[in-house]
C-alpha cells in the first residue's frame, strides 16, 4: 500500500542542551540515515553536524545559511 514512507522529526533545543543531552536523544536514531540540521543563521547547526560526524552519524549535513538563507515564496 505504502510506496514510501516519509519521516520527519524535529528536535529543538539550544547549543548548550545539545552538548548535555545529545547522547540521550540520538541513541534513539540510526547513524546511516541523513539528517538535516539547521539553525538561523547556519553557524549553530554547523557545529552541531561537526559533533554528530565524530559521533559516527556520517548522514548529518548542514543546511548552509540556516533559514536566513532560505527563500521566500
Known sequence: MWECLLLSIGLNFSLREFNQEWH??????????NY????RSGARSAF??????TMGYDGAKNVV?????????
Open 65 to 73: 545559511d540556516g533559514m536566513i538563507g532560505w527563500d521566500v515564496l
Open 36 to 39: 538535516y540540521v539547521y539553525c
Open 24 to 33: 540521550k536523544i540520538l541513541l534513539m536514531f540510526f547513524t546511516h540515515k
Open 48 to 53: 552541531a553536524v561537526n559533533q554528530l560526524h
